[in-house]
């Protein structure tokens, strides 16, 4: 039992540094209501089309590939858990945070994984995240919101 606990403990404590020391350290909220704006006006009546869902037009592969994350008490298992989690904008903000955290990565090889990594990622899904989005509707909204790549690095200097 007591095995248990201390195991669940270092679990917990690998999780949470693996998740926001690694990958998600620079995945901030100006990053993440971009990427919104990006997909859809980040529009939270828009429902499901096209087999995409909600403010951040995710379809039931993406899901699965984040790790099929559904609102709290929910069963994955539902057949709605899918739509009701992607149309639900914080539920919706969970699925991109475990999606970044299962494929993010230096998608324009520039040798820095930020905000802009996440975009092509969200955009180009896992299996080729390298392809360009600039002349796409997705990439010209995003380019209107991107944080500053290197606003970090200016703070350290002064
Ligand atoms: C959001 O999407 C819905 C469904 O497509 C549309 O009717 C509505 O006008 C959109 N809202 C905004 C603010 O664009």
Redesign the pocket.
């Known amino acids: 039992m007591q095995y248990m606990v201390v195991l669940f403990l270092l679990v917990a404590v690998f999780h949470t540094l693996s998740a926001e020391g690694l990958h998600l350290s620079n995945l901030s909220p100006v990053c993440l209501r971009c990427i919104c704006h990006a997909s859809s006006?980040c529009?939270k009546?828009?429902?499901c089309?096209g087999g995409r869902c909600g403010p951040l037009q995710i379809s039931r592969q993406y899901w699965k590939d984040a790790g099929r994350y559904v609102l709290p008490e929910d069963n994955p298992n539902r057949d709605g858990a899918f739509p009701d989690c992607a149309e639900d904008h914080s539920c919706a903000t969970q699925i991109l945070k475990q999606y970044i955290i299962a494929h993010g990565k230096d998608c324009n090889h520039d040798g820095i994984t930020d905000c802009d990594d996440y975009a092509m990622l969200h955009f180009n899904l896992k299996s080729d995240c390298s392809v360009p989005i600039d002349a796409t509707n997705y990439g010209l909204r995003y380019s209107t919101c991107r944080p500053t790549a290197n606003l970090d690095d200016d703070d350290d200097i002064t």
């Open positions: 006006n529009n009546t828009i429902g089309s």
